[in-house]
Protein backbone atom coordinates (compact mmCIF):
# COMPACT_ATOMS: atom_id res chain seq x y z
CA UNK A 1 0.00 0.00 0.00
CA UNK A 2 1.48 3.83 -0.89
CA UNK A 3 1.84 6.29 1.28
CA UNK A 4 -1.03 8.25 1.60
CA UNK A 5 -0.42 11.76 0.40
CA UNK A 6 -1.67 14.33 3.43
CA UNK A 7 -2.81 17.94 2.08
CA UNK A 8 -0.96 21.27 4.17
CA UNK A 9 -2.76 21.10 7.61
CA UNK A 10 -4.33 24.69 7.06
CA UNK A 11 -6.55 23.53 4.17
CA UNK A 12 -9.83 21.84 4.49
CA UNK A 13 -8.75 18.60 2.79
CA UNK A 14 -5.58 18.52 5.65
CA UNK A 15 -8.08 19.09 7.91
CA UNK A 16 -10.17 16.19 7.08
CA UNK A 17 -7.40 14.15 6.51
CA UNK A 18 -6.04 14.38 9.89
CA UNK A 19 -9.45 14.13 11.48
CA UNK A 20 -9.50 17.43 13.37
CA UNK A 21 -12.40 18.43 14.84
CA UNK A 22 -11.48 21.57 12.94
CA UNK A 23 -12.01 19.92 9.92
CA UNK A 24 -15.64 19.03 10.55
CA UNK A 25 -15.87 22.96 11.80
CA UNK A 26 -14.83 24.02 8.68
CA UNK A 27 -16.51 21.91 6.88
CA UNK A 28 -19.90 23.02 8.08
CA UNK A 29 -19.24 26.53 7.02
CA UNK A 30 -17.18 25.92 3.53
CA UNK A 31 -19.08 25.69 0.63
CA UNK A 32 -21.25 22.60 0.52
CA UNK A 33 -19.97 21.32 -2.75
CA UNK A 34 -16.44 21.79 -1.67
CA UNK A 35 -16.75 20.22 1.13
CA UNK A 36 -18.36 16.79 -0.24
CA UNK A 37 -15.70 16.91 -2.60
CA UNK A 38 -13.10 16.58 0.43
CA UNK A 39 -15.21 14.39 2.35
CA UNK A 40 -15.20 12.05 -0.44
CA UNK A 41 -11.23 12.33 -1.55
CA UNK A 42 -11.03 11.13 2.11
CA UNK A 43 -13.48 8.25 2.03
CA UNK A 44 -12.07 6.83 -0.87
CA UNK A 45 -8.46 7.32 -0.56
CA UNK A 46 -7.94 6.42 2.85
CA UNK A 47 -5.38 8.95 4.43
CA UNK A 48 -4.23 6.91 7.45
CA UNK A 49 -1.16 5.68 7.66
CA UNK A 50 -1.73 2.10 9.91
CA UNK A 51 -6.23 2.01 10.34
CA UNK A 52 -5.22 -0.41 13.15
CA UNK A 53 -4.46 2.31 15.54
CA UNK A 54 -6.34 5.64 13.92
CA UNK A 55 -9.84 5.87 13.48
CA UNK A 56 -11.88 7.56 10.99
CA UNK A 57 -15.10 6.19 9.80
CA UNK A 58 -17.51 7.53 12.70
CA UNK A 59 -15.63 11.31 12.13
CA UNK A 60 -16.92 10.77 8.19
CA UNK A 61 -20.07 9.34 8.80
CA UNK A 62 -21.40 12.15 11.13
CA UNK A 63 -20.17 14.66 8.63
CA UNK A 64 -22.36 12.55 6.14
CA UNK A 65 -25.30 13.27 8.03
CA UNK A 66 -24.29 16.96 8.70
CA UNK A 67 -24.25 18.00 5.46
CA UNK A 68 -26.54 15.55 3.98
CA UNK A 69 -23.93 14.34 1.75
CA UNK A 70 -25.15 11.81 -1.49
CA UNK A 71 -23.49 8.28 -1.44
CA UNK A 72 -22.46 8.68 -5.18
CA UNK A 73 -18.62 9.08 -5.13
CA UNK A 74 -18.52 5.85 -2.28
CA UNK A 75 -20.83 3.96 -4.57
CA UNK A 76 -19.12 4.99 -7.61
CA UNK A 77 -15.61 3.96 -6.01
CA UNK A 78 -16.87 0.26 -4.33
CA UNK A 79 -17.85 -0.22 -7.83
CA UNK A 80 -14.96 0.48 -10.10
CA UNK A 81 -13.78 -1.60 -12.51
CA UNK A 82 -10.22 -1.90 -9.73
CA UNK A 83 -12.16 -4.11 -7.71
CA UNK A 84 -12.75 -6.43 -10.41
CA UNK A 85 -9.21 -7.24 -9.94
CA UNK A 86 -8.32 -6.20 -6.50
CA UNK A 87 -9.35 -7.64 -3.61
CA UNK A 88 -6.99 -5.72 -1.20
CA UNK A 89 -9.18 -4.63 2.29
CA UNK A 90 -7.13 -1.49 2.11
CA UNK A 91 -8.96 0.27 -0.67
CA UNK A 92 -12.58 0.19 0.07
CA UNK A 93 -12.90 -0.66 4.24
CA UNK A 94 -12.94 3.02 5.58
CA UNK A 95 -15.70 3.50 2.69
CA UNK A 96 -17.48 0.23 4.01
CA UNK A 97 -16.63 1.29 7.79
CA UNK A 98 -18.05 4.56 6.73
CA UNK A 99 -21.73 3.18 5.51
CA UNK A 100 -21.57 1.02 8.02
CA UNK A 101 -22.30 3.77 10.42
CA UNK A 102 -24.78 5.50 8.43
CA UNK A 103 -26.39 2.50 7.95
CA UNK A 104 -26.80 2.23 12.02
CA UNK A 105 -28.05 6.50 12.13
CA UNK A 106 -30.99 5.31 9.39
CA UNK A 107 -29.33 5.46 6.05
CA UNK A 108 -31.82 3.07 3.65
CA UNK A 109 -29.21 3.92 0.91
CA UNK A 110 -26.28 2.92 3.13
CA UNK A 111 -27.66 -0.64 4.23
CA UNK A 112 -28.69 -1.08 0.48
CA UNK A 113 -24.99 -0.26 -0.50
CA UNK A 114 -23.48 -2.68 1.46
CA UNK A 115 -26.27 -5.11 0.98
CA UNK A 116 -25.13 -4.74 -2.60
CA UNK A 117 -21.48 -5.09 -2.20
CA UNK A 118 -21.60 -8.11 0.06
CA UNK A 119 -22.91 -10.44 -3.24
CA UNK A 120 -21.25 -8.69 -5.53
CA UNK A 121 -17.84 -6.96 -4.23
CA UNK A 122 -14.69 -8.00 -3.84
CA UNK A 123 -13.82 -7.08 -0.41
CA UNK A 124 -17.62 -8.85 0.66
CA UNK A 125 -16.59 -10.16 3.87
CA UNK A 126 -15.90 -6.59 5.51
CA UNK A 127 -19.34 -5.67 4.27
CA UNK A 128 -20.85 -8.60 6.01
CA UNK A 129 -19.31 -7.57 8.77
CA UNK A 130 -20.94 -4.47 9.05
CA UNK A 131 -24.25 -5.76 8.51
CA UNK A 132 -23.51 -8.21 10.47
CA UNK A 133 -23.52 -5.40 13.30
CA UNK A 134 -26.55 -3.48 11.87
CA UNK A 135 -28.97 -4.99 9.28
CA UNK A 136 -31.81 -7.16 10.79
CA UNK A 137 -32.30 -11.35 10.14
CA UNK A 138 -34.54 -11.13 7.10
CA UNK A 139 -31.82 -9.14 5.32
CA UNK A 140 -29.00 -11.46 6.43
CA UNK A 141 -31.00 -14.40 5.75
CA UNK A 142 -31.28 -13.17 2.14
CA UNK A 143 -27.79 -12.49 1.69
CA UNK A 144 -26.80 -16.43 2.40
CA UNK A 145 -27.12 -18.09 -0.95
CA UNK A 146 -25.28 -15.32 -2.86
CA UNK A 147 -22.24 -15.67 0.18
CA UNK A 148 -22.41 -19.62 -0.11
CA UNK A 149 -22.07 -19.16 -3.54
CA UNK A 150 -18.44 -18.12 -3.36
CA UNK A 151 -17.12 -20.95 -2.21
CA UNK A 152 -16.49 -23.26 -4.50
CA UNK A 153 -18.09 -27.16 -4.61
CA UNK A 154 -16.00 -29.83 -3.32
CA UNK A 155 -13.23 -30.74 -0.61
CA UNK A 156 -11.38 -27.70 -1.86
CA UNK A 157 -14.12 -25.11 -1.20
CA UNK A 158 -15.56 -26.88 2.20
CA UNK A 159 -12.16 -26.56 3.59
CA UNK A 160 -12.08 -22.99 2.59
CA UNK A 161 -15.25 -22.52 3.90
CA UNK A 162 -14.74 -24.02 7.50
CA UNK A 163 -11.59 -21.70 7.61
CA UNK A 164 -13.93 -18.53 6.59
CA UNK A 165 -16.26 -19.56 9.25
CA UNK A 166 -13.50 -19.85 12.46
CA UNK A 167 -12.09 -16.65 11.71
CA UNK A 168 -15.08 -14.54 11.13
CA UNK A 169 -14.88 -11.39 12.89
CA UNK A 170 -19.17 -11.22 13.54
CA UNK A 171 -20.20 -14.97 13.22
CA UNK A 172 -24.12 -14.02 13.68
CA UNK A 173 -25.02 -14.42 10.23
CA UNK A 174 -23.57 -17.67 9.87
CA UNK A 175 -25.45 -18.60 12.91
CA UNK A 176 -28.09 -17.42 10.96
CA UNK A 177 -27.76 -19.22 7.93
CA UNK A 178 -27.07 -22.59 9.59
CA UNK A 179 -30.13 -23.01 9.88
CA UNK A 180 -31.05 -22.74 6.41
CA UNK A 181 -28.08 -24.11 5.04
CA UNK A 182 -26.65 -27.78 5.60
CA UNK A 183 -23.85 -26.60 4.38
CA UNK A 184 -22.90 -23.90 6.90
CA UNK A 185 -24.20 -26.40 9.34
CA UNK A 186 -21.50 -28.82 8.50
CA UNK A 187 -18.63 -26.46 8.07
CA UNK A 188 -19.54 -25.09 11.32
CA UNK A 189 -19.14 -28.00 13.25
CA UNK A 190 -16.26 -29.63 11.71
CA UNK A 191 -14.51 -25.98 12.08
CA UNK A 192 -13.42 -26.58 15.60
CA UNK A 193 -12.01 -29.52 15.03
CA UNK A 194 -10.33 -28.74 12.27
CA UNK A 195 -8.32 -25.93 14.39
CA UNK A 196 -7.80 -28.52 17.33
CA UNK A 197 -6.03 -31.08 14.54
CA UNK A 198 -3.82 -28.08 13.26
CA UNK A 199 -2.80 -27.22 17.09
CA UNK A 200 -2.12 -30.77 17.68
CA UNK A 201 0.29 -31.34 14.49
CA UNK A 202 2.09 -28.13 15.03
CA UNK A 203 5.96 -29.26 14.21
CA UNK A 204 8.83 -27.19 14.50
CA UNK A 205 12.38 -27.65 16.70
CA UNK A 206 12.49 -26.56 20.00
CA UNK A 207 15.96 -25.95 22.17
CA UNK A 208 17.49 -28.10 24.30
CA UNK A 209 17.82 -27.88 28.02
CA UNK A 210 21.27 -26.21 28.38
CA UNK A 211 22.25 -22.96 27.75
CA UNK A 212 24.50 -23.89 24.89
CA UNK A 213 22.10 -25.44 23.21
CA UNK A 214 19.39 -22.33 23.54
CA UNK A 215 22.25 -19.85 22.10
CA UNK A 216 22.71 -22.53 19.35
CA UNK A 217 19.40 -22.70 19.03
CA UNK A 218 18.91 -18.66 18.04
CA UNK A 219 20.81 -19.07 15.32
CA UNK A 220 18.45 -21.25 13.46
CA UNK A 221 16.88 -20.16 10.34
CA UNK A 222 20.05 -17.87 9.99
CA UNK A 223 22.93 -19.74 9.09
CA UNK A 224 21.88 -20.93 5.80
CA UNK A 225 22.40 -24.67 5.15
CA UNK A 226 23.77 -25.64 8.57
CA UNK A 227 21.44 -26.79 11.04
CA UNK A 228 21.35 -26.21 14.74
CA UNK A 229 23.36 -30.15 14.73
CA UNK A 230 26.43 -28.24 13.41
CA UNK A 231 26.57 -26.26 16.33
CA UNK A 232 25.46 -28.32 19.04
CA UNK A 233 27.42 -31.29 17.80
CA UNK A 234 24.65 -33.81 16.91
CA UNK A 235 24.19 -35.73 13.87
CA UNK A 236 21.35 -33.40 12.57
CA UNK A 237 22.43 -30.91 10.14
CA UNK A 238 19.92 -30.33 8.04
CA UNK A 239 18.94 -27.11 6.90
CA UNK A 240 15.95 -25.09 8.25
CA UNK A 241 12.61 -25.61 6.48
CA UNK A 242 12.26 -22.71 3.74
CA UNK A 243 9.42 -21.50 5.49
CA UNK A 244 11.56 -20.40 8.07
CA UNK A 245 13.22 -18.06 6.08
CA UNK A 246 13.06 -14.41 6.82
CA UNK A 247 10.73 -12.65 3.92
CA UNK A 248 12.99 -9.48 3.18
CA UNK A 249 9.74 -7.39 3.81
CA UNK A 250 9.02 -9.35 7.05
CA UNK A 251 10.60 -8.77 10.27
CA UNK A 252 14.01 -10.79 10.78
CA UNK A 253 13.20 -14.35 11.97
CA UNK A 254 16.31 -14.26 13.92
CA UNK A 255 14.61 -11.46 16.03
CA UNK A 256 12.01 -13.28 17.06
CA UNK A 257 13.82 -16.65 17.39
CA UNK A 258 16.11 -14.05 19.85
CA UNK A 259 13.73 -12.75 21.52
CA UNK A 260 11.96 -16.46 22.16
CA UNK A 261 15.63 -17.56 23.15
CA UNK A 262 16.01 -14.90 25.57
CA UNK A 263 13.03 -16.12 27.84
CA UNK A 264 14.86 -19.84 27.70
CA UNK A 265 17.35 -18.57 29.16
CA UNK A 266 15.56 -17.17 32.08
CA UNK A 267 14.95 -21.04 32.54
CA UNK A 268 18.30 -23.12 31.94
CA UNK A 269 20.95 -20.08 33.03
CA UNK A 270 22.89 -21.21 36.23
CA UNK A 271 25.33 -19.34 38.12
CA UNK A 272 27.94 -21.33 36.52
CA UNK A 273 26.94 -20.38 33.15
CA UNK A 274 27.27 -16.61 33.66
CA UNK A 275 30.40 -16.37 31.81
CA UNK A 276 29.09 -18.32 28.58
CA UNK A 277 26.35 -15.78 28.07
CA UNK A 278 28.72 -12.94 28.42
CA UNK A 279 31.01 -14.29 26.18
CA UNK A 280 28.03 -14.85 23.65
CA UNK A 281 27.04 -11.12 24.38
CA UNK A 282 30.20 -9.83 23.57
CA UNK A 283 31.05 -11.71 20.42
CA UNK A 284 28.65 -14.62 19.49
CA UNK A 285 27.11 -15.35 16.65
CA UNK A 286 24.36 -12.82 15.56
CA UNK A 287 21.51 -14.49 16.92
CA UNK A 288 22.82 -15.85 20.05
CA UNK A 289 24.21 -12.45 21.00
CA UNK A 290 21.43 -10.76 20.64
CA UNK A 291 19.43 -13.51 22.69
CA UNK A 292 22.07 -13.33 25.79
CA UNK A 293 22.06 -9.12 25.44
CA UNK A 294 18.26 -9.25 25.96
CA UNK A 295 18.64 -11.98 28.74
CA UNK A 296 21.62 -10.05 30.21
CA UNK A 297 19.39 -6.55 30.25
CA UNK A 298 16.30 -8.15 31.61
CA UNK A 299 17.77 -9.81 34.17
CA UNK A 300 19.44 -6.24 35.00
CA UNK A 301 22.68 -7.78 35.09
CA UNK A 302 25.36 -5.06 35.63
CA UNK A 303 27.27 -6.22 32.45
CA UNK A 304 24.52 -5.14 30.35
CA UNK A 305 25.51 -1.44 30.23
CA UNK A 306 28.76 -1.90 28.83
CA UNK A 307 27.75 -4.65 26.77
CA UNK A 308 24.43 -2.56 25.27
CA UNK A 309 27.18 0.17 24.70
CA UNK A 310 29.60 -1.87 22.45
CA UNK A 311 27.08 -3.55 20.38
CA UNK A 312 25.67 0.15 19.54
CA UNK A 313 28.69 0.60 17.26
CA UNK A 314 29.20 -2.76 16.41
CA UNK A 315 29.35 -3.37 12.80
CA UNK A 316 26.46 -5.84 12.01
CA UNK A 317 23.60 -3.23 11.71
CA UNK A 318 21.56 -5.80 13.38
CA UNK A 319 23.24 -5.89 16.04
CA UNK A 320 23.21 -2.48 16.24
CA UNK A 321 19.62 -2.23 15.73
CA UNK A 322 18.84 -4.77 18.66
CA UNK A 323 20.96 -3.01 20.93
CA UNK A 324 19.35 0.61 20.37
CA UNK A 325 16.25 -1.40 20.99
CA UNK A 326 17.28 -2.82 24.33
CA UNK A 327 17.77 0.15 25.62
CA UNK A 328 14.34 0.58 25.89
CA UNK A 329 13.90 -2.08 28.32
CA UNK A 330 16.95 -1.43 30.91
CA UNK A 331 15.59 -0.13 33.90
CA UNK A 332 17.20 1.07 37.34
CA UNK A 333 18.90 3.89 38.89
CA UNK A 334 22.25 2.85 37.10
CA UNK A 335 21.22 2.76 33.96
CA UNK A 336 19.30 6.06 33.84
CA UNK A 337 22.67 7.66 35.09
CA UNK A 338 24.42 6.00 32.37
CA UNK A 339 21.66 7.16 29.49
CA UNK A 340 21.89 10.71 30.88
CA UNK A 341 25.57 10.68 30.00
CA UNK A 342 24.08 9.12 26.85
CA UNK A 343 21.49 11.84 26.11
CA UNK A 344 23.58 14.73 27.25
CA UNK A 345 24.68 17.03 24.98
CA UNK A 346 27.45 18.12 26.84
CA UNK A 347 29.24 14.44 26.10
CA UNK A 348 28.59 14.92 22.26
CA UNK A 349 26.07 11.66 22.60
CA UNK A 350 22.83 13.38 21.73
CA UNK A 351 22.69 13.50 18.05
CA UNK A 352 24.15 9.90 18.26
CA UNK A 353 21.60 6.53 17.43
CA UNK A 354 22.77 5.76 20.93
CA UNK A 355 21.75 9.54 22.47
CA UNK A 356 18.50 9.19 20.78
CA UNK A 357 17.69 5.54 22.41
CA UNK A 358 18.73 7.11 26.13
CA UNK A 359 16.14 10.03 25.56
CA UNK A 360 13.57 7.70 24.87
CA UNK A 361 14.50 5.51 28.12
CA UNK A 362 14.47 8.65 30.19
CA UNK A 363 11.21 9.82 28.39
CA UNK A 364 9.68 6.19 29.81
CA UNK A 365 11.19 5.96 33.15
CA UNK A 366 13.58 9.36 33.74
CA UNK A 367 12.64 11.19 37.28
CA UNK A 368 11.15 14.76 37.11
CA UNK A 369 14.96 16.15 36.49
CA UNK A 370 15.14 14.76 33.03
CA UNK A 371 12.45 16.77 31.79
CA UNK A 372 14.85 19.39 29.85
CA UNK A 373 16.71 16.21 27.96
CA UNK A 374 13.68 14.71 27.32
CA UNK A 375 12.53 18.60 25.84
CA UNK A 376 15.43 18.69 23.73
CA UNK A 377 15.39 15.96 22.34
CA UNK A 378 11.68 16.19 21.11
CA UNK A 379 12.58 19.49 19.61
CA UNK A 380 15.54 17.75 17.91
CA UNK A 381 13.44 14.91 16.67
CA UNK A 382 10.80 17.23 15.05
CA UNK A 383 13.27 19.97 13.41
CA UNK A 384 15.33 16.83 11.84
CA UNK A 385 12.53 14.46 10.88
CA UNK A 386 9.27 16.36 11.28
CA UNK A 387 5.86 15.07 13.03
CA UNK A 388 6.60 11.56 11.66
CA UNK A 389 8.57 8.27 12.93
CA UNK A 390 7.65 5.69 15.33
CA UNK A 391 10.00 6.72 18.28
CA UNK A 392 8.35 10.62 18.24
CA UNK A 393 4.92 8.95 20.28
CA UNK A 394 7.50 8.05 23.31
CA UNK A 395 9.16 10.98 23.20
CA UNK A 396 5.39 13.29 23.43
CA UNK A 397 4.27 11.08 26.38
CA UNK A 398 7.67 11.51 28.04
CA UNK A 399 6.64 15.52 27.90
CA UNK A 400 3.23 14.86 29.62
CA UNK A 401 4.48 12.27 32.05
CA UNK A 402 7.26 14.81 33.50
CA UNK A 403 4.78 17.40 33.13
CA UNK A 404 7.55 19.80 30.95
CA UNK A 405 5.98 22.67 29.94
CA UNK A 406 8.71 23.75 28.21
CA UNK A 407 7.64 21.33 25.48
CA UNK A 408 4.16 22.94 24.49
CA UNK A 409 4.70 24.51 21.63
CA UNK A 410 6.73 21.92 20.05
CA UNK A 411 3.71 19.70 21.31
CA UNK A 412 1.59 22.27 19.69
CA UNK A 413 3.34 22.01 16.76
CA UNK A 414 2.61 18.44 16.86
CA UNK A 415 -0.83 18.30 17.68
CA UNK A 416 -1.28 20.64 14.54
CA UNK A 417 0.33 18.97 12.11
CA UNK A 418 0.04 15.32 12.72
CA UNK A 419 -0.88 13.45 9.99
CA UNK A 420 -1.63 10.54 12.48
CA UNK A 421 -4.85 11.03 14.81
CA UNK A 422 -3.18 8.09 17.37
CA UNK A 423 0.03 10.53 17.47
CA UNK A 424 -2.42 13.31 17.46
CA UNK A 425 -4.18 12.09 20.48
CA UNK A 426 -1.23 11.29 22.24
CA UNK A 427 0.00 14.93 21.85
CA UNK A 428 -3.27 16.45 22.84
CA UNK A 429 -3.05 14.09 26.36
CA UNK A 430 0.82 15.66 27.24
CA UNK A 431 -0.84 19.28 26.42
CA UNK A 432 -3.81 18.79 29.28
CA UNK A 433 -1.02 18.33 31.48
CA UNK A 434 1.55 20.86 30.37
CA UNK A 435 -0.47 23.59 29.10
CA UNK A 436 -2.83 25.87 31.10
CA UNK A 437 -4.88 27.27 28.44
CA UNK A 438 -5.46 23.70 26.81
CA UNK A 439 -9.11 23.29 28.43
CA UNK A 440 -10.18 26.91 26.44
CA UNK A 441 -8.24 26.36 23.54
CA UNK A 442 -7.25 22.70 21.79
CA UNK A 443 -9.78 20.88 24.31
CA UNK A 444 -12.59 22.77 22.34
CA UNK A 445 -11.98 21.18 19.17
CA UNK A 446 -10.79 17.79 20.56
CA UNK A 447 -14.64 17.39 21.16
CA UNK A 448 -15.03 17.16 17.26
CA UNK A 449 -11.91 14.60 16.95
CA UNK A 450 -11.96 11.72 14.73
CA UNK A 451 -10.81 9.53 17.78
CA UNK A 452 -13.04 8.38 20.59
CA UNK A 453 -10.20 8.45 23.09
CA UNK A 454 -9.71 12.15 22.40
CA UNK A 455 -12.92 13.19 22.54
CA UNK A 456 -12.58 11.83 26.20
CA UNK A 457 -10.12 13.47 27.04
CA UNK A 458 -11.55 16.60 26.04
CA UNK A 459 -14.89 16.13 27.82
CA UNK A 460 -13.12 15.33 31.27
CA UNK A 461 -10.86 18.77 30.42
CA UNK A 462 -12.88 21.24 28.24
CA UNK A 463 -13.59 24.54 29.79
CA UNK A 464 -17.80 24.48 29.85
CA UNK A 465 -18.10 28.53 29.90
CA UNK A 466 -16.63 30.98 27.55
CA UNK A 467 -17.98 29.03 24.31
CA UNK A 468 -21.48 28.71 23.10
CA UNK A 469 -20.48 25.47 21.07
CA UNK A 470 -19.17 23.27 24.30
CA UNK A 471 -22.33 22.57 25.97
CA UNK A 472 -24.20 21.75 23.33
CA UNK A 473 -21.65 19.85 21.80
CA UNK A 474 -21.76 17.90 24.71
CA UNK A 475 -25.42 17.33 24.53
CA UNK A 476 -24.57 15.59 20.81
CA UNK A 477 -22.05 13.26 22.22
CA UNK A 478 -24.37 12.35 25.15
CA UNK A 479 -27.60 11.98 22.45
CA UNK A 480 -25.60 9.86 20.34
CA UNK A 481 -25.89 6.23 20.02
CA UNK A 482 -23.14 5.51 17.92
CA UNK A 483 -20.28 7.29 20.80
CA UNK A 484 -18.42 5.07 22.97
CA UNK A 485 -19.34 4.21 26.44
CA UNK A 486 -16.11 5.72 27.69
CA UNK A 487 -17.28 9.44 25.98
CA UNK A 488 -20.51 8.93 26.76
CA UNK A 489 -19.47 8.89 30.44
CA UNK A 490 -17.03 11.79 30.53
CA UNK A 491 -19.56 14.18 28.93
CA UNK A 492 -22.35 13.33 31.48
CA UNK A 493 -20.44 13.87 34.03
CA UNK A 494 -19.26 17.12 32.41
CA UNK A 495 -22.88 18.15 31.96
CA UNK A 496 -23.98 17.50 35.17
CA UNK A 497 -21.03 19.19 36.71
CA UNK A 498 -22.11 22.07 34.94
CA UNK A 499 -25.68 22.40 35.93
CA UNK A 500 -24.94 21.62 39.20
CA UNK A 501 -22.26 24.75 39.00
CA UNK A 502 -25.29 26.88 37.40
CA UNK A 503 -28.20 26.59 40.21
Request: net charge negative; proline share 5%; hydrophobic share 45%.
Amino acid sequence: MFEPVIAPSASLLGLLQRGRGDGQLHALAADRTEAIAALEECVTRDPRADWQVENRSLYYARLYMELEAPLDGIEDHLHSAEDLVSDDENRTGLALSVLGHLAAYGRRDALLMLREYTATGANWAWALDELALRDDDRGLLLLGTAVLDRFAPGPEGDAELREFIRNAYEPRPWRLWAAYHPRVAAASEQSPFDLWQRQLNRGGVTPGWSTADVLAWADQGSLGALGAGAFLGGADSRPEPASDAADPAAPDAVDRRAAAAARCLTAVVRPEDRPAVLEAARGGLPGARRAALRYLVDQRDPAAVELIEAAAVDVDDRIVRAALELVGRMRGPEVLAQARRWADPATGGADSALGEAAVKLLADAGEPADAPLVVDGLRRWVSVRGVSGTGLGSLVDGAGRLVAADAVPVLRHIYGEAASSELRGRAARALAVTDVHFPEGPAVECLWDCEESTRELAARHVATTGDARVLERLRRLAADPAEEAEVHAAVRGRLTAAREFGR
